[in-house]
C-alpha cells in the first residue's frame, strides 16, 4: 500500500507545491482533485522534480444535475480528467454515478450508468485507465451502499469500487464488511473519519443537523487498526489517501498541513511503512 493525500485539503496551493509537500513529508503521492488546472506540462514537471506519483485523478460530481449546462459541465470535466490520466499514465479515474433529484435513488441509476458505460468506460478502456466509483452520498451519487454496488456491478462489470468507510458510519452500516465482501473491487481508499456526536444526535433525532462530522483518521468512531488488517488481508496493493474535511483542524494552512501529518503518522504506524 501507498500513503497519498487528496489535493482538495489544500486547494489553494499549485501542482509543484503540493507535490514538494507530499514528498517532504513521506507521502509517495497525490490524489488530483478538481481543483487542479489540468496543466500537463506543470503536473509533468512537478512529478518529475518530486519523485512522487499521481495516484488517481478524482472528479465527483453530479453528472445527472437538473441543470443540464450544469451536468454538461460535470461530464466533460469527467472525460477530461480521463484524457490527462491517459496522457500522464495515471491508472485511475475516481468518479459518481451521478443521481437524478426527480427519481428515486434506485431508479436513478440506470442513467448515470448510461454515461459511465457509453462515454467514460470506452475512452477510459481506450486509454489504459481503470475507473472507480466513489461512495460519498452527497456529490450527486448513488452508489452508496452494497445494494447499490452490487446492481452496479452487475451492470458495469469494468467498474471498480473507491471506498470511503467514513460515509458508511454516519449512515450506521458496517464500514468494516465491505473490506471482505468487495475486496476484488477495491482499487482505492479513502482514509476519512467520522465522529457521532451522541448528545446532539439525541437531541435532534436523525433528521436533524450537526450530530456528525467528518475527522481525520483516529479522532473519530473507526478502527484503523482492522480497517488496515483487512486490507492487507485482502490483499490490497492500492493507495490509502488521507481526505481531508475535519472541520478542527480548517482553518488556516497549518492547521490542514499539521493534520494531513498526524494523519501520516497515525496510518504508517499502523501497517510501518508508506
Given at each position: 500500500m501507498r500513503l497519498t493525500f487528496h489535493t482538495n485539503a489544500l486547494g489553494s496551493w499549485a501542482i509543484g507545491d503540493l507535490a514538494r509537500f507530499a514528498r517532504q513529508n513521506g507521502f509517495s503521492g497525490l490524489e488530483v482533485g478538481p481543483s487542479i488546472e489540468l496543466d500537463y506540462d506543470a503536473m509533468s514537471k512537478a512529478r518529475q522534480e518530486s519523485g512522487i506519483e499521481y495516484a488517481c485523478f478524482t472528479y465527483c460530481r453530479n453528472v445527472l444535475d437538473v441543470d443540464p449546462e450544469v451536468a454538461a459541465w460535470h461530464r466533460q470535466n469527467v472525460l477530461d480528467r480521463v484524457k490527462m490520466a491517459g496522457r500522464l499514465g495515471v491508472p485511475l479515474m475516481v468518479t459518481a454515478t451521478g443521481r437524478a433529484?426527480?427519481?428515486?435513488?434506485?431508479?436513478?441509476?440506470?442513467?448515470?450508468?448510461?454515461?459511465?458505460?457509453?462515454?467514460?468506460?470506452?475512452?477510459?478502456?481506450?486509454?489504459?485507465?481503470?475507473?472507480?466509483?466513489?461512495?460519498?452520498?452527497?456529490?450527486?451519487?448513488?452508489?452508496?451502499?452494497?445494494?447499490?454496488?452490487?446492481?452496479?456491478?452487475?451492470?458495469?462489470?469494468?467498474?471498480?469500487?473507491?471506498?470511503?468507510p467514513s460515509h458508511l458510519v454516519w449512515q450506521f452500516m458496517d464500514p468494516y464488511r465491505p473490506l471482505v465482501d468487495f475486496?476484488?473491487?477495491?482499487?482505492?481508499?479513502?482514509a476519512k473519519d467520522t465522529e457521532i456526536l451522541e448528545h446532539r444526535l439525541n437531541d435532534t433525532g436523525i433528521e436533524g443537523q450537526g450530530w456528525w462530522r467528518y475527522r481525520i483518521p483516529g479522532w473519530g468512531q473507526l478502527n484503523w487498526t482492522r480497517i488496515i488488517s483487512g486490507l492487507l488481508e485482502a490483499g490490497y496493493t492500492g493507495a490509502v489517501s488521507l481526505e481531508h474535511e475535519d472541520p478542527v483542524w480548517e482553518g488556516s494552512d497549518e492547521k490542514v498541513t499539521h493534520a494531513l501529518r498526524l494523519g501520516h503518522r497515525l496510518l504508517t504506524g499502523i501497517w510501518g511503512t508508506d
Open positions: 433529484q426527480n427519481l428515486p435513488m434506485e431508479d436513478s441509476l440506470a442513467p448515470g450508468m448510461e454515461f459511465i458505460g457509453e462515454e467514460v468506460l470506452p475512452l477510459a478502456r481506450e486509454l489504459g485507465v481503470k475507473v472507480a466509483i466513489e461512495n460519498c452520498p452527497a456529490i450527486g451519487n448513488v452508489a452508496v451502499s452494497p445494494f447499490m454496488w452490487r446492481r452496479l456491478f452487475e451492470g458495469l462489470p469494468e467498474l471498480s469500487l473507491a471506498y470511503d475486496a476484488g473491487r477495491i482499487v482505492h481508499v479513502h
